[in-house]
């Protein structure tokens, strides 16, 4: 009997030691399906408000970089953006409601401004205030420390800002 509560204990030490290493990091499809309708508001609202109908395919991918997210170019032209997936399963808000609208606000700066402004300038500010009615400041956070750091590298390796 008393080993069979000691193999019992082992065993659920093992499984929550797994449980521990491996924690649960799942996309659900709610999750993909609100990131699409936060990303569609926003293209409808850029057409409404700047005449563009642009879409760029939005990836959710594991990362060890400490960024929320990107947008990257291809040939000059926003090519697609990036959201970390980590950071968006410990908090889906934050990125739906400020990071997708900052991302989107560089497309819309570059479709109008091409590269021809600062990436988080004026210019920028006033797009992504236009688009979200949440808030724009970039560098109040210190997340946003890091992230403006590995962006700089980041533009430099793949053009993206
Ligand atoms: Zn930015």
Redesign the pocket.
């Known amino acids: 009997m008393k080993s069979l509560f000691f193999s019992i204990f082992i065993a659920s030490v093992v499984f929550l030691l797994v449980l521990f290493l491996y924690p649960e990091q799942t996309l659900t499809q709610a999750d993909i399906d609100r990131l699409n309708q936060k990303k569609q508001d926003l293209i409808q609202k850029t057409h409404t408000l700047y005449g563009f109908n642009y879409n760029v395919p939005l990836y959710i991918e594991e990362t060890d970089k400490r960024v929320w997210g990107?947008?990257l170019y291809s040939g000059g032209m926003p090519q697609k953006i990036v959201i970390n997936k980590g950071y968006y399963l410990e908090n889906p808000d934050y990125v739906v409601n400020f990071v997708l609208p900052?991302?989107w606000?560089?497309v819309v700066a570059r479709l109008i401004y091409k590269t021809s402004i600062r990436?988080?300038g004026e210019e920028?500010l006033a797009i992504c205030k236009s688009l979200s009615e949440i808030r724009c400041d970039?560098r109040v956070q210190d997340e946003f420390v890091a992230?403006e750091k590995i962006?700089s590298s980041l533009r430099e390796l793949l053009g993206g800002?």
């Open positions: 990107a947008m900052h991302e606000a560089h990436s988080h920028w970039v992230e962006r800002e």
